[in-house]
């Protein structure tokens, strides 16, 4: 036996060595995204259905009552097993070495296995596959979830059908903390059952947040405890609301799978639906002196605004145990501000003169003051800082605006504030033919900065915004284009071989098939069965 | 009660009239593809899914024995009524007018009821819907087929839940009798079930002719009977298969709705999986003198080849019940031919020159003379009339190059052969937002030509190729961008109002999603449940 070490994703097939044929992408395991440092031993070890056990190790701080973990053995024992129905399952190796279990051991004192994942949690793992018994060490769950999924992606059939794994060692560590899918609830409600399947192949490209954009002008279907008619009127209908029973099972859907479920409430722009349930709280329009029947932007010279929007954040700071909460302020169009006469009051008052930047950072200001009373932070759209507005130190910026991102970068960077990066990853762009070739080969270091600014990019987005995506087409288009962003995010900086990368993502979208996502193929080709 | 004539989609809001409330997409009759000429009365007729029926009328010369009518019959009541499960259904509503029986009456001495659809299928119907039985009228089983669709379209809930339907009349037939969308099973093959799930939308749309593009390089799924080494061989494994019972379920899941299946098996080129099962069947290619390991397209200066042809295609012609065969000729690269020495010896004898075109002319000419042996009309892909092979005069000539599409159909249509347009039509070649007003607005008769050659545009196909697509994303990828297709090879030319065409399109789409078709959205919005 001769562990050998793999730096890269190119040597992968390399050293699997002349045992193994590689005619068929399904027989040699396909890592995705490809962990940080892989070890493949050409020693093969078999796999049966009936005999293999995923367990708690004996010196885990976790155990049988860590409902994340025993919830984690059962799946990944059946994405390992579930999917093969085939006779040969019972046939006996007894001559031959076998791989009996999978000790999963939790290393820190606190497993967090009832916490929530957030922005610091150690996602880290370590993983040795040797007989007769596999073992995966973690210092919390969140690392634990990760190797499963390794451990899941090592198994694989040889020609024979028999279910074999490479004696082998993984060490492994997300390059970048926050790796996300954007979700938009607005443009086009998503089914309950749509959001949960998202978080499975999440969870399967090693993907930790959601940011669920939950509302904007369309519709608005979060069912609010102290705002009933924001859902009542501004939702499309009665069957396309997500109640706090169904916020509840995304939350916990992604938590046991290490996810973060990060709202956005998109304020003062794209707010045209909380209007209708929420009087006075948009700025009326007008033409001359006339009051028009338009809405622009939410209000931001009245108090009510205000302390609608402290009860509002309350609650939604109760619902989302996410530390995050998603401000937006993207995109406000100051027109409807402009045309109104006490808006035009209050400018003068204050003395903004005619910068209605000033207004949007003065509403922004006290909205930030109303979510750092509720001790949560806050991610905003790029505009937010382009327009000047002051921020505390501790904000996100996310950027999306595709057209000089690298500056952009370097700008925020350099004003010291963390950074998620969207722009170059806006998914609902489609073209034709393999365009995660382009996500793929985006590296969100590349810009000009010092390595203190390279620090604040704490990751990015996968964004399939909602214009043209609802429950029929969401998983084609997301799936696997977005696993090109999940690798990019994961994997270390030099693995970006194209090639290889194509082979492995072939059978990765395979395996994510068999697993019920129906995620599009590449190119030409098929999947075995 | 006043009937409306209705001459154009633009004015069927309007004739409405005030007693239809517009404000839901889903509370007013939406016609698509947009039938020949439409009355609509202001009266509104009550439906009740317990004793609405739709039978067979007293004169038709079809009747119970007619199984095409009587699934049709039992299809359609399930689309009416199936899909809206709610409790008012038991609603009585004594006082006003119901509507008891759709009747269906075959008018032509011979129904059509046990044959194929052809392309000269009549699928004219008439349509009467006045209290107390509806009357559909058509000359043959397809025209009452075409009927049993518009009448599901117009029957629509109003505010109060309830089943209506305006007291109406409809004269159709369609603009072009092809009316066809191709499928790819070789870049990737495609399970029966996404097939017949093709054809259920395609009959919502009103389109008769699947063509199956079934063999091409990547693999070959079509079992054949006298040459099973083929798809033995050819086929991406054994699961990838199309066997005699699944070839005869398509066919006959098509015939019980008016749609053609025209297999393609393209030669001479785009056969590499062919060469796999059959030996000597392609063209071997040469480096300088030597014989490489590459294969190039059919070999057309042996025997054995035709031979071959003639029994395979005897085959097809016996298993395919339809009138045509495809037998594309589409970029044949002559490289390979090129190379060869005993090809060149073979231009030599024949005085072909360096001109390959001759001998691309001299493989198809024979080929042709096989098919019209087993009695097949036969479509060639534009190449084939491009490269002046000489053709029958009762050739189908297919344009799909992009680039100057007009010139090649004012051509081909000079030299007296008809057309099929496919090339405005790539529904593969995906774009971001609303490209079905692209599909849409393509008008096939705009090109310089005498009215003699206009009539020789039979119609057109919307084309999916499947080097992207495979049953992960094909339905919502081919819906509902294909219905644009639809309605402008159904529907007088006049139909092109774009803003009516997008309400009428919206709410087809979210039909279609109720019939289990997967479509996507055209753009924000939501359908009712």
Redesign the interface.
Known sequence: MALQVLCGCVMLLLLLGPQVPLASAARHPALWPLPMSVHLSEDLLHLTRESFEITHGPNSTAGPRCFLLEEAFRRYHEYIFGYFMSPDDHLKFSGEAQLQELHVTITSADSECDAYPNSTSDESYKLVVHWPVAVLEARKVWGALRGLETFSQLVYKDPYGVYVINESEVIDAPRFGYRGVLIDTS???LPLKTILTTLDAMAFNKLNVLHWHIVDD??FPYQSMAFPDLSKKGA??Y??IYSQMDISIVIEHARLRGIRVIPEFDTPGHTESWGKGQKDLLTPCYQGSEKTNSFGPVNPILNTTYEFMSRFFKEISRVFPEEYIHLGGDEVDFDCWESNPFVTEFMKERSFGKDYRKLESYYIQRLIDIISSTNKGYIVWQEVFDNGVKLKQDTIVEVWKDSFYRKELADVTAAGYAVVLAAPWYL??????QDWKKYYAVEPLDFAGTKKQKDLVIGGTAALW????????L???LWPRASAVAERLWSPKNVRNLDDAYDRLAEHRCRM?RRRI????L????C??
Chains 1, 2 share one sequence.
């Open positions: 443009r086009h409600f369309n519709s499309y209908s069957a396309h609902d762009y489609i073209t034709y033919g909602g214009e043209y995506v609802d429950a029929t087409n998983t084609p288009r098939v129906a995620a599009e193929p190119y030409v080709g098929y075995e069965l």
